[in-house]
T-cell receptor, first 114, second 112 residues
Framework: DGGITQSPKYLFRKEGQNVTLSCEQN?????MYWYRQDPGQGLRLIYY???????QKGDIAEGYSVSREKKESFPLTVTSAQKNPTAFYLC?????????????FGNGTRLTVT | KNQVEQSPQSLIILEGKNCTLQ??????????LRWYKQDTGRGPVSLTI?????NTKSNGRYTATLDADTKQSSLHITASQLSDSASYIC???????????FGSGTRLLVRP
């Protein structure tokens, strides 16, 4: 079955530690995205990549970093510079990243930093 | 400012009843409007996508409407089931942009 796999589902870290969230897709999609979801708020875009080896900052990129070395993979690193990292993180992909291209989501990683 | 507002924030209905969720947007230039269903602890799943020229689209018991003049959309759920309990998210896409503007969702609880 084609889809997006995020791992792990739950992640616990101590404050000051960097942590990397995994996102893999086998949909052969060009574009991949990272969103953050907080209670009572709409999803907010962290980073976006339309092709391999290229990515752009979204609305809340500070304290996060990404890489896109392979088409299938788009890992997100939450660094110690992120002031409030505890949240639900969603990875998504779309065929070509254009406005009418449907978005497919993974099932998220819930990160808790104490 | 590009915004998507949804109402109500939460809703409780009895199994078998119908309900309608609302979405108002101020996104410009408009490309399309999407409704997603998100189960607790899971990623959103697409229900419908409507472009400017479409004013209604159905997906099983889910029917979305779009009025591009008033910038309003609704999602009507017919004969609700317990499995309809979820958050429903309205998302608007800007023309010629990868950016999507998300509403904060309506939490629906269907009770037996």
């Amino acid at each position: 079955d084609g889809g997006i796999t995020q791992s792990p589902k739950y992640l616990f870290r101590k404050e000051g530690q960097n942590v990397t969230l995994s996102c893999e897709q086998n949909l052969n999609h060009d574009a991949m995205y990272w969103y953050r979801q907080d209670p009572g708020q709409g999803l907010r875009l962290i980073y976006y990549s339309q092709i391999v080896n290229d990515f752009q900052k979204g609305d809340i990129a500070e304290g996060y970093s990404v890489s896109r070395e392979k088409k299938e993979s788009f890992p997100l690193t939450v660094t110690s510079a992120q002031k409030n990292p505890t949240a639900f993180y969603l990875c998504a992909s779309s065929g070509d990243g254009t406005a009418n291209s449907p978005l497919h989501f993974g099932n998220g990683t819930r990160l808790t930093v104490t | 400012k590009n915004q998507v507002e949804q109402s109500p924030q939460s809703l409780i209905i009895l199994e078998g009843k119908n309900c309608t969720l609302q979405c108002n947007y101020t996104v410009s230039p408009f490309s399309n409007l999407r409704w997603y269903k998100q189960d607790t602890g899971r990623g959103p799943v697409s229900l419908t996508i409507m472009t400017f020229s479409e004013n209604t689209k159905s997906n099983g018991r889910y029917t979305a409407t779009l009025d591009a003049d008033t910038k309003q959309s609704s999602l009507h759920i017919t004969a609700s089931q317990l499995s309809d309990s979820a958050s429903y998210i309205c998302v608007v896409s800007q023309f010629s942009s990868y950016k999507l503007i998300f509403g904060s969702g309506t939490r629906l609880l269907v009770r037996p």
